[in-house]
């Protein structure tokens, strides 16, 4: 059974960062890509950026200077890198592989306030 569990969502001062992570358990791919996609209250769900197993990473616009995609292909994790928070990016985050399977996982929870 694939799973994708996502971590590290918590709550953040404006200005401050965090660091989201997410697992792929339960096969081992060749070849995958993963993405993070986020949804703030009463709005839909939008996507944030995605990144492949050789490194090919994807970013929408609105977070392309403050955020970072990285990922351990031996560990099939990746992981989002938020800088400069804004209470406009309190979201639930959440994964998603992509390919070979799509798979979402159960989402984090980021609140940025003081």
């Known amino acids: 059974q694939v799973q994708v569990v996502e971590s590290g969502g918590g709550l953040v001062q404006p200005g401050g960062s965090l660091r989201l992570t997410c697992e792929i358990s339960?096969?081992?791919?060749?070849?995958?890509?993963m993405a993070w996609y986020r949804q703030a209250p009463g709005k839909q769900r939008d996507f944030v950026g995605s990144i492949t197993n050789s490194g090919g990473i994807i970013y929408d616009d609105s977070v392309r200077d403050r955020f970072t995609i990285f990922g351990d292909n031996g560990k099939q994790t990746a992981y989002l890198e938020m800088t400069s928070l804004r209470p406009d990016d309190t979201a639930v985050y959440y994964c998603k592989l992509e390919y070979p399977y799509e798979r979402w996982g159960q989402g984090t929870q980021v609140t940025v306030s003081s």
């Open positions: 339960g096969k081992v791919f060749d070849v995958w890509r």
